[in-house]
């Protein structure tokens, strides 16, 4: 009889630390590229401010302090007027979130229904596009005169300001499905509203969240611009009277403050995406 040969296995908890010690060199990698991209602006920015500080700028511009202040004495004005500014910047939060929101949920509404149309719907789309080939500064007092000194002119403008690009980018999404995918939800005897639901839409989200960071930053301008005609709260009113004033740390304290609230509310607008669309593959590349 030939002698059985003892087959030499390893145990369980090996095996598994041996399992994990593969995965970690995955996960060391993600954390290497994701502090290769963090780092690199967050030191331009330091960079930048410890320039500004030293007065490079202002050297290299030829400008005087009264021109631009330095972060010291930005910093100083908004400690000062510190609740000025919170209750202004509530002001125009309120002015482009409101905004904003109405703005989008009608160009939403617009490339929903030209979708199920896409004919003369694509025609209609690129109408409201046109909206952006007109002025701000023209649209401004129109609003103001349309519907007053307060909140709604302002709103009014940002809608205005937002609509086309959620429009434009929803529509594209709505419409941009692969023939491979009708003709399963075909084979399934889907109809023109599930197809919508379970296809179209869910397809079109990542385009709907890009026309919403897109409209945080578009929101903001729109606001600030609104103030300067006829108001008198905001930060886009305070900018300008502060200029004329001649008072630039404050006005300045407006820009910061008013460049900070757009970055907040596009970094909520992503971590909204992140949870919507997990499976998108620019959700899976951040993992």
């Given amino acids: 009889m030939k002698e059985l040969t003892a087959v030499k296995t390893e145990p369980l908890s090996t095996s598994v630390a041996k399992s994990e010690g593969v995965k970690k060199p995955k996960r060391s990698a993600n954390k290497a590229s994701r502090s290769a991209t963090l780092w690199p602006p967050i030191g331009f920015g330091v960079l ?11 050297k290299l511009f030829h400008l005087e ?14 400690q000062n007027n510190s609740d000025v500014l919170w209750s202004y910047s509530l ?5 482009m979130i409101g905004g904003c929101m109405i703005g989008s949920a009608i160009g939403l509404l617009a490339a929903i229904a030209a979708s199920f149309i896409p004919r003369a719907g694509k025609g209609a789309i690129t109408l409201l596009a046109a909206l952006n080939a007109v002025p701000i500064v023209a649209l401004a007092p129109i609003m103001n005169n349309w519907f007053g000194d307060g909140v709604a ?12 690009t959620m429009a434009v980018s929803a529509f594209k999404g709505l ?4 023939p491979a995918y009708l003709e399963l939800m075909h084979s399934y005897a889907a109809g023109r509203l599930a197809i919508f639901a379970k296809l179209r839409f869910r397809l079109a989200l990542p385009h709907i969240f890009i026309a919403l960071k897109i409209n945080m930053a578009t929101g903001m301008i729109g606001a600030i611009v609104g103030e300067f005609f006829i108001s008198s709260r905001g930060l886009g009113f305070l900018l300008s009277d502060q200029i004329k004033l001649g008072n630039m740390p404050i006005a ?12 907040a509310l596009y970094y909520c607008i992503q971590l909204v995406e992140r949870i919507a669309i997990p499976w998108h593959v620019a959700q899976r590349a951040k993992k």
């Fill in 48 to 58: 930048f401010i410890f320039i500004w500080q030293l007065k490079g700028f202002h």
């Fill in 65 to 78: 302090l009264y021109q631009l202040p330095i972060p010291s004495a930005i910093a100083k004005a908004i």
């Fill in 91 to 95: 002001y125009t939060g309120s002015e």
């Fill in 153 to 164: 002119s302002k709103i009014a403008l940002v809608s205005i300001m937002t609509m086309a």
């Fill in 175 to 178: 419409r941009s499905v692969e």
């Fill in 252 to 263: 300045w304290s407006c820009i910061i403050i008013a460049a900070v609230l757009g970055i």
